[in-house]
């Protein structure tokens, strides 16, 4: 019978051999990731995707900044319907976000700053 010291060494380097595994089989599959991941959450293929931000010239809508850095543009949706409205840079994904896809927040922000 395993000691508890050595249950828990035994428990630990499962989990880290089985986060290793798991690190590289995404490194290994992160275009099938990305194809499945954009078709689960918005019903959007890659194709759609490159489209989009083509059609934007490679800009947010928003502060006009080239989506570049920080990782890749964000597929800005409606939370209440799905719908997908374009790609946004991070920044301007994360503002809407803490503003709740607001109007009336958005105006008061506006308001606030003038």
């Known amino acids: 019978m395993l000691s508890v010291r050595d249950f828990l060494i035994t428990q630990w380097w499962r989990k ?53 850095g920080y990782g890749e543009p964000c597929v800005d949706h409606c939370h209440n319907t799905g719908k997908v409205r374009g790609l946004l840079c991070r920044w301007c994904n994360v503002g809407l976000g803490n503003l709740k896809d607001s109007t009336d927040l958005l105006t008061r922000a506006i308001l606030y700053l003038t």
Request: net charge positive; proline share 4%.
């Open 16 to 68: 880290d051999y089985a986060n290793k595994l798991n690190k590289e089989w995404k490194k290994k599959n992160r275009a099938r990731n990305r194809k499945t991941a954009l078709m689960r959450k918005f019903g959007i293929t890659v194709e759609q995707w490159d489209a989009m931000l083509i059609a934007q010239s490679g800009l947010c809508p928003i502060c006009t900044n080239p989506m570049t």
